[in-house]
């Protein structure tokens, strides 16, 4: 009987033995998978932040170009110009028939734009998106000019001619949709990016505003 007493003693101590380390070699297996399932998807959330962002980045460089809108323009208008000679005794005179076609150009420099990935906060800033650069390339004529011997046309006319011209073409491009026009191909390139950013579930911010919709985005520089 003492025997058997042992005996059934040794065999339930091993067995609690056996059982303690099952139960330990289980938690660590478990504690294993665990770290190794976090880790894994810490790599895969590392990864898709990683892709996300280069995709963002490869969508700004894409708009990052000149974008040119172009507009047509005449202006016509008579110069004169009147000189007294003689202790006023007599006036020297210069006309002429300006006849000018303007080609003007309204053009967004993109490559200007700033722009900050934020990988933390999943957001794209838009720090800074350059003005509108506005050329005026006039083509002029003259025609039935008469100007007398001590009054001819010179350098000085004809730079003022063309300060004239340009000033008020520049008051028509003012007064046209040109600069609408311009504007609105500009959105449109910036919309690229909202909806790249709202498709990856990022956000776009400019000026500490919150982009929610390309309606919103439309308005921002206007």
Partial sequence: MFVSHVFLSNFRSDLIGIMNR?????????????????????QDSKEQMLESSSLIQQQIEQVGKLIVTEGYFSQVFTYKNSQNLFLNLMTSDKKALV??????TVEYDLRQMQTEIDQEN??????????????IYPDIEYYDVTQDYFNKFGAADYNKIKSTINA??????????????????????LANIFILTKSLGWTLQYNEIIVESEEQLQNLKR
């Fill in 99 to 104: 006849v000018a076609n303007a080609k003007v």
């Fill in 122 to 135: 999943k957001t794209v800033i838009l720090k800074r998106i350059p003005e509108p650069v506005i050329n």
């Fill in 22 to 42: 099952f139960v330990f070699g289980f938690m660590v297996a478990v504690l294993v998978f665990a770290g190794f399932w976090l880790w894994s998807n810490k």
């Fill in 168 to 189: 008020r073409i520049r008051e028509k491009v003012d007064k046209s949709n040109l600069l609408e026009n311009s504007q609105d191909r500009l959105m449109s390139e």
